[in-house]
T-cell receptor, first 115, second 114 residues
């Protein structure tokens, strides 16, 4: 299976610690998205990359959050000084092409618990 | 602002019966609408999309959705439900700001009983 993979699957951390998540998109996909999903809610957009360029960031993404996609391949999402409100499922998705409205392929997510 | 609403938290259906999962939308301009499904411990999977054209859209696993502009709805349907259809279903609309960013509804849990 060459789908979107995310690592780790689960992360438990103490408040104030830094955490980093990794996403490996489908290899030929040039677009990469990060979403956050809390219990009982749909995914909320966090940020978008086209190749290595970060083209959009949600207002949900405070200055404690940073995302990178070096060389337009894998991506990392770092959260500094974690807070309990950061506890959520962090989803990565990728897609191919320049046309709008193509479907997104999602990874299984990283479940973050901040104690 | 673009938004979607899924008015039902949960839908219960007997196996073999038809199912409907409801979605209404609010957009400026033409809507680009999607349905995704989330199985336990799995990522969201694309089911179908409406961009333009025929109001009845067919998708994966026997699902279809009906676009109704006058009612601003995009309900997901299946003629005969399977127990394996039990999952969390999300309606989404493409944000008019571009980049194919999706705005998701809160989700509807479908439970199909044998």
């Amino acid at each position: 299976d060459t789908g979107v993979s995310q690592d780790p699957r689960h992360k438990i951390t103490k408040r104030g610690q830094n955490v980093t998540f990794r996403c490996d998109p489908i290899s030929e996909h040039n677009r990469l998205y990060w979403y956050r999903q809390t219990l009982g809610q749909g995914p909320e957009f966090l940020t978008y990359f086209q190749n290595e360029a970060q083209l959009e960031k949600s207002r949900l993404l405070s200055d404690r959050f940073s995302a990178e996609r070096p060389k337009g391949s894998f991506s990392t999402l770092e959260i500094q000084r974690t807070e309990q409100g950061d506890s959520a499922m962090y989803l990565c998705a990728s897609s191919l092409g320049t046309a709008t409205n193509e479907k997104l392929f999602f990874g299984s997510g990283t479940q973050l618990s901040v104690l | 602002a673009q938004s979607v609403a899924q008015p039902e938290d949960q839908v219960n259906v007997a196996e073999g019966n038809p199912l409907t999962v409801k979605c209404t939308y609010s957009v400026s301009g033409n809507p680009y609408l999607f349905w995704y499904v989330q199985y336990p411990n799995r990522g969201l999977q694309f089911l179908l999309k409406y961009i333009t054209g025929d109001n009845l859209v067919k998708g994966s696993y026997g699902f279809e959705a009906e676009f109704n502009k006058s009612q601003t709805s995009f309900h997901l349907k299946k003629p005969s439900a399977l127990v394996s259809d039990s999952a969390l279903y999300f309606c989404a609309v493409r944000d008019s700001g571009g980049y194919n960013k999706l705005i998701f509804g809160a989700g509807t849990r479908l439970a199909v009983h044998p």
